[in-house]
């Protein structure tokens, strides 16, 4: 099984500051198969990016994705109010097929 | 507009089963796998199932942590997937959420889902 971990836990910025989220896998993904999911409180996950770096529809471009093999990256390159959320990354492999970080908390500082 | 909407969560007790429903529109239901997630109060997210299109059998896959438990269906003529959830637990208490595969005909998931419902809670305990 594919273990993700995320880090940091906890991300404490401002409106306007640069977000760096960091996903990293215990063996190699394929990054046509990792995705970030952005989820407020009492609402469903929000597809931000696909296949690492494409972003989904409708998507901000604030939001990027980057990485290989084990290590990804969710880059927020400017906060805005509504971004503040928990932010989890995917990926998609062998059984079990899907498995989820824990999550990155993006909160205001 | 795709829309998913899960149904039939509620309060159950250990041992229990439920059926939850995830009712499609704004698409060809039967040209798209389907999959269940669950989210546990103040977790994360966990993946328990997919179900093929029928042009592949509808065959499925399962989380091993619900396999033998659960088990997904869907009825093609009524754009609905289900979740049949037998010797329910505490542990199975969660939030329950479909997805949608985003690339139709395809045999193997993409791997990324876009179009989530809104989830349903269901609650195991005595």
């Known amino acids: 099984e594919i273990v993700l971990t995320q880090s940091p836990g906890t991300l404490s910025l401002s409106p306007g500051e640069r977000a760096t989220l960091s996903c990293r896998a215990s063996?190699?993904?394929?990054?046509?198969?990792l995705a970030w999911y952005q989820q407020k409180p009492g609402q469903a996950p929000r597809l931000l990016i696909y296949?690492?770096?494409s972003r989904a529809t409708g998507i901000p471009d604030r939001f990027s994705g980057s990485g290989s093999g084990t290590d990804f990256t969710l880059t927020i390159s400017r906060l805005e109010p509504e971004d503040f959320a928990v932010y989890y990354c995917?990926?998609?492999?062998?059984?079990?097929?899907?498995?989820f970080g824990p999550g990155t908390k993006v909160d205001i500082k | 507009e795709v829309q998913l909407v899960e149904s039939g969560g509620g309060l159950v007790k250990p041992g229990r089963s439920l059926r939850l429903s995830c009712t499609a529109s704004g698409f060809t239901f039967g040209d798209y796998a389907m999959s269940w997630f669950r989210q546990a109060p103040g977790k994360g997210l966990e993946w328990l199932g997919f179900i093929r299109r029928k042009g592949y059998g509808g065959t499925t896959e399962y989380a091993a942590s619900v396999k033998g438990r659960f088990t997904i269906s869907r009825d093609d003529s009524k754009s609905i997937a289900y979740l049949q959830m037998n010797s329910l637990k505490t542990e199975d208490t969660a939030v329950y959420y479909c997805t949608r595969d985003p690339v139709p005909y395809d045999y193997d998931s993409s791997g990324y889902f876009e179009y989530w419902g809104q989830g349903t809670l269901v609650t195991v305990s005595s």
């Open positions: 995917q990926q998609y492999g062998s059984s079990p097929l899907f498995t």
């Open positions: 063996q190699s993904v394929s990054s046509r198969y």
């Open positions: 296949g690492a770096s």
